[in-house]
């Protein structure tokens, strides 16, 4: 390789954490020691940075990670850096022009505790699929959700983004649905970016609609402007649409062997899937 590699942006879910959702010893012990070279260790993942800290805040080579899809960059003291949320009439509109798929659809905002998960309460009628709000993540995360009779009515705040979440196929049908809606601009006052992360096998899927400028490539790009680093000298893993861009940003991108299948096509380079340490083999074979 012509240029030495200063930073490596990692994906969470199905690339550093592993099918128990944990980060496996071997993954450990190679980021320590690009750490310990100087190499600038980024965590990016959709998750939100609350959802994210709990598996790095105990980790010694990371400082700061971005977070929401690439809507916020924050150190894991808590200083934010960045921060890339949406409006409310942004958010309002987008909530209007996907009713049909309600059962479905959470309200994100930047919050510590309680209400960081906006949801409709399940009200008995009869849905195509289960909804999200009977869904066993909100049974077992009940304090930092909020469930409200409208979710487009009232929104407290500019929330980081807008989700749908659910069986594979009905998060497809709403892709296609509010692109639909959006491909109309007259009718569309705001701009948005729709980010998939898909996991066929276990049928299940999340669509993000954010800001037409948030995402995980775009955050990372300003990130690194902040650090000084050019793209020939960043390496990014990922396994999922959502990573896309991120990984067309990188000088090397690097596939998880047990990312979706378009990903595998396109060209890049492959290494173990996250069961088997693939992020230890990346930053072997290219950074130590």
């Known amino acids: 390789m012509s240029q030495k590699i200063r930073m490596v942006a990692i994906d969470l879910d199905g690339t550093l954490l592993n099918s128990s959702k944990q980060i496996s010893p071997v993954d450990r012990e190679a980021l320590c020691a690009a750490a310990a070279l100087g190499v600038e260790i980024v965590p990016v993942t959709g998750r939100n940075f609350h959802f994210a800290l709990p598996h790095l805040q105990d980790e010694s080579f990371v ?9 916020v960059i924050r150190s894991l003291d808590g200083k934010t850096h960045f921060r890339c949320a949406m409006s409310r009439d942004a958010a309002s509109w987008i909530l209007k022009a996907s009713r049909e798929y309600r059962p479905y659809c959470v ?3 930047d919050q510590a505790e309680q209400s960081q ?4 309460t399940a009200n008995g009628k009869v849905a195509p699929v289960k909804p999200v709000a009977e869904s ?5 995360n009940p304090a930092v959700v ?3 009779p409208s979710l487009e009515d009232g929104l407290p705040d500019d929330p980081l983004q807008v989700l749908f979440t659910g069986p594979w196929q009905t998060v497809r049908d709403a892709a296609s649905y509010i692109e639909l809606q959006l491909a109309d601009t007259e009718a569309a006052p705001h701009r948005f970016r729709l980010l998939r992360t898909e996991y066929p ?3 299940f899927a999340i669509l993000d609609v954010v800001r037409a400028d948030c995402s995980k490539g775009h955050a990372l790009e300003y990130w690194s402007r902040q650090k000084g680093i050019p ?6 893993i990922g396994d999922n649409y959502n990573d896309l861009d991120m990984l067309e940003f990188a000088g090397l991108p690097v596939v998880m062997g047990n990312a979706e299948d378009a990903l595998l096509r396109i060209g890049w380079q492959i290494t173990a899937d996250c069961d088997s340490g693939g992020v230890a083999q990346a930053i072997r074979q290219f950074v130590l």
């Open 231 to 236: 793209p020939e000298a960043i390496m990014a």
């Open 136 to 140: 066993a993540w909100v049974r077992h």
């Open 63 to 71: 400082s700061s990670m971005i977070t929401s899809n690439g809507a």
């Open 201 to 203: 096998k276990r049928d």
């Open 107 to 109: 309200v994100v905002f």
């Open 146 to 148: 909020r469930f409200v």
């Open 117 to 120: 998960f906006w949801m409709v």
